[in-house]
């Protein structure tokens, strides 16, 4: 867990991964030997941060076609989620999934997209 993370969730009481409340404050109902180690800790951090994925409240999914390879179609949550996997711009996605491109151009010669993921 990077130090500034920690910093934040001491500060403003974020909740860490969904799921950690972090205090100064000792919790004087638990007793001592209830705790992790520090090497158990970080193992679990580490474990629930691969395990994890962000919310993001903005995000619709939607479906992307690949018209040259069938294999690389599928349907995403986001456009991050795109653009992690296969590269490209997000605000050109954007234009294409919100309708101000033509319905019939391909982004990069072969992708079309959709908002509809029933596809």
């Known amino acids: 867990m990077h130090h500034k ?8 009481g974020a909740v860490y991964l969904d799921r950690f409340v ?13 705790q992790l180690s520090l ?5 679990l951090f580490n474990e ?3 395990a994890h994925t962000p919310s993001q409240p903005a ?3 939607f ?3 690949n018209v040259l ?5 599928g349907t995403f949550q986001s456009i991050n989620d795109f653009v992690r996997l296969h590269g490209g711009d997000r605000g050109t996605i954007r234009h294409y999934l919100d309708g101000t491109k033509p319905a019939s151009s391909l982004y990069r010669k072969q992708w079309r ?6 596809i």
Request: aromatic fraction near 8%.
């Open 59 to 61: 995000a619709k999914p």
């Open 48 to 50: 629930l941060r691969s």
């Open 5 to 12: 993370t920690l910093d934040k969730c001491l500060l403003t």
């Open 113 to 118: 997209f959709s908002s509809n993921t029933d």
């Open 39 to 43: 090497q158990d800790l970080s193992q």
């Open 22 to 34: 972090f205090s100064h404050t000792p919790l004087p109902t638990y007793p001592l030997d209830a």
């Open 63 to 65: 479906y992307a076609e």
């Open 69 to 73: 390879n069938s294999d690389l179609s």
